[in-house]
């Protein structure tokens, strides 16, 4: 499957874009954690991004689109792509369509994922995440704790509160959501290629998106 999930942080993208990926082998690709794990590289493009991501405002739609071009030509992309987080703006939606047709991929779909903000609130600050930027599990204190506190399941790493996840920065991202985001709705509703899902269960708003492809 080829799709775009757009929603605001913690509506639930990363869990969702996890579940499709096992369903036909498509590919998450989260402009959030390759930036995090360049970050904790300390390459050029994590060094120039840093300070953006510590303040929950958006990285340069420039140096986001550079770093794109580059993943969608890699040969994973050719079992299925779930874009997680990315785009995040008008113009990086309007540099993907022509990316996207350059490169002769035609998506199937645009997952508009809505949940209610008081879930999100929540969510985003009982998140928790694996410091090791090639597993980046998610996990939550409430409902998803770590087996053993602070230790991921998975890897081993420690289960971190991500530097973006104070109640400032949260606030500060859900800002930028409304005002920067949001807008794409529209934009890929007037593209044909808009599918709304509403709810609180990633579950659910899976299975919508299974029937709504035929799979
Ligand atoms: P996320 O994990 O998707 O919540 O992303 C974490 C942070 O990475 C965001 O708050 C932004 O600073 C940055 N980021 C991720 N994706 C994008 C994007 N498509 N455009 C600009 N900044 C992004």
């Known amino acids: ?98 990316l996207l047709a350059r490169l002769g991929i035609a998506l199937d779909m645009v997952v508009s994922i809505e949940v209610p903000r008081d879930v999100i609130l929540d969510r985003l600050c009982t998140r928790r995440t694996c410091a090791n930027s090639a597993c980046q599990a ?22 971190i509160q991500r530097a973006d996840e104070t109640e400032e920065a949260i606030s500060h991202r859900l800002q930028t959501y409304n005002d920067k985001t949001a807008p794409l709705i529209g934009f890929y509703e007037k593209e044909g290629l808009l599918k709304a899902v509403s709810g609180v269960s990633s579950e659910t708003m899976v299975a919508a998106i299974q029937a709504e492809l035929g799979l």
Do not use: H, W
């Open 1 to 98: 499957m080829k799709l775009i999930l757009l929603g605001a942080p913690g509506a639930g993208k990363g869990t969702i874009a996890k579940m499709l990926t096992a369903i036909d082998g498509s590919v998450q690709i989260s402009t959030g954690d390759i930036l995090r794990g360049e970050v904790q590289a300390g390459s050029e493009l994590g060094r120039q991004a840093e300070a953006y991501m510590k303040r929950g405002d958006l990285v340069p739609d420039a140096l986001i689109m550079g770093m794109m071009e580059k993943r969608l030509q890699q040969p994973d992309c050719e079992k299925g792509i779930l874009l997680d987080g990315f785009p995040r703006t008008i113009p990086q939606a309007e540099e993907l369509k022509q």
């Open 138 to 159: 998610i996990y939550n204190v409430k409902s998803n704790p770590p087996k053993q506190e602070g230790v991921c399941d998975k890897c081993g790493a420690a289960v």
